[in-house]
């Protein structure tokens, strides 16, 4: 082991030009997918000097093959979306793709494949020993299913790189959380029957919120009963009640299972400046997530690998994935944000309110969270029925 943290170099994906295309031919820029976005994550903790420190290795992104897209992928949906890499189609629209989550342009699929292969790394580069753990800023495509294409996400990397563990350890047991707002619907069907691994998804659930799905009732099937877990939250969820559910629901989960892995998609989409959600986290409780997590991996299997997951608000992104990196790696954060990184964002029309790596919570209306404390107490309840029996939780 070489007690480093590996970190995934973007600068490939910023060298491409097709997301600049694709903002030339939309009115609207892709949330996902735009030249902004990408620069400002990436560009924070290089301006803050982490990339420089003994404790990070930074390890290229590279393609995965055909035969590792195909641990999950139906070959007919990955050679459609290799066709049409560079021009669309009706026939694209049979695999989602070519719509407005998810556009065909230039080099769509290299874009797509590229954080493949580096999850594939991270995981296996953590398992063997070679890493202490593992981070990829642009990963975490949790709504890409077998053969269709959802939610800015083309291949679900996490599903294939857990596919591709298991082939070499096939005794070992993968815990998957996923704190992003959106449920992880695709990942969730990956495993819905396999009790060794068991995926978590905290997340936002209102009517017409994206996926719509991710109620407690989705438990898993057959021998994978109990080992899919959703926590849905209602819009305005603070970090109290947030937090309050991550101890009382994740935490007792996580010691029960013992994995021998943990992929953590953090995302930054239940942040309260996120234009996509409406969820009101601050960053203190992605810190606290961050520090939990590391301290539940050090107790446990010391085996951790996190994805950025989605996240729309480009400036609270690359401060919460910053603040986790830093934690993996054991780093200091500078007091204050880079006068750089902050100049950048100005220059992409992103002001920054605050130089710090905190912000003030939003206050729930009191009737209103009294209604929000109820339903996620009921959720809790169904799942302390359900899951944690089988799991062995009194």
Known sequence: MTGKTALYNLDELLAMDGIDELSRLRAEPNPFWNRARLDLIWSLPKMAGMLESDSISLEPMREATRDELLLFHDPSYVETLELFSNMGSAFASRFGLDTEECPIFSGVERYASLPVGATIDAVMGVASGKF????????????????????????????????????????????????????GDGTQAAFYSDPDVLTISMHELSMGFYPETGIPEEIGIGEGKGYSVNIPFPPL???????????DVVVPIWLAYKPDLVIWEVGADAHQSDPLADLMLTYDTYRRMSLTVRQLVHLGCRKLVTLGGGGYNPIAAARIWTMVLADMAEILLPPTLPPEWIELAQRYGKPVTRGGWTDRPTRMDSGYYSKAQRAVSEAVAKLKMSVFPILGIE
Request: glycine fraction near 4%; charge should be positive; aromatic fraction near 20%.
């Open 237 to 247: 969820t603070d970090d109290f009640l947030f937090w309050n559910t991550f101890e």
């Open 132 to 183: 202490k753990n593992a981070m990829s800023f642009v990963g975490g495509f949790h709504h890409a299913m077998e053969s269709k294409a959802s939610g800015f996400c083309y291949y679900n990397d996490a599903v294939i790189a857990i596919k591709k563990y298991k082939q070499r350890y096939p005794k070992k047991r993968v815990l998957y959380l996923d704190t992003d707002v959106h449920h």
